[in-house]
């Protein structure tokens, strides 16, 4: 961040970037935990220092230095961890309407106007992709069986088409 700084680029609590992960300063991007990103679930930058934003960050970074044109615009926040077994994924935020389940597990998910903005996993988080998936493309809920969704996360509560196009075949 000094490097940014000493230049008198814009920080915050991290390097300011646009969706681009372009810096205040024209052609100095940034990528990683240095920088703030803009949280898509809650709709505000803040430093999401995090192993898939990072990714995602410096691959849009390098297309773009490299005279390409890529937009990076899915930040969400995303834990995961395992404890003896014991499997626990949470992403996004927790603000809305919740749909709560405690069948052998623990799940939550949280919704808003109209999107699924977040979950909690504990235990079966097998079909977290689906979840973050919903959440990153912001996909809405009346454009999917939701209920399905909650119950057994899985393609089918996709449209063929919507299925076909997941699975390269569109």
Known sequence: MDLIKDINGEI??????????????????????????????????????????AYM?????????????????????????????????????????????????????FTKDGLLKGYILVGNVEKAGIYTSLIREKIPLKNIDFELICKKPGLMAFSKADRMKKLGGA
């Open 12 to 53: 915050r609590r991290g390097i300011v970037v646009n969706e681009l992960m372009e810096t205040s300063i024209p052609n100095i991007y940034a990528a990683g935990d240095c920088c703030e990103s803009f949280d898509i679930t809650i709709n505000q930058n803040r430093v999401l220092a995090l192993l898939p934003n």
């Open 57 to 109: 960050q410096g691959e849009c970074a390098g297309i773009n230095m490299a005279g390409g044109k890529k937009i990076f615009d899915k930040a969400i926040p995303m834990n995961a961890i395992g404890f003896f077994g014991l499997h626990i994924i949470t992403a996004g935020s927790y603000d809305g309407d919740v749909y709560y389940e405690r069948n052998g597990g623990y799940k939550k998910l």
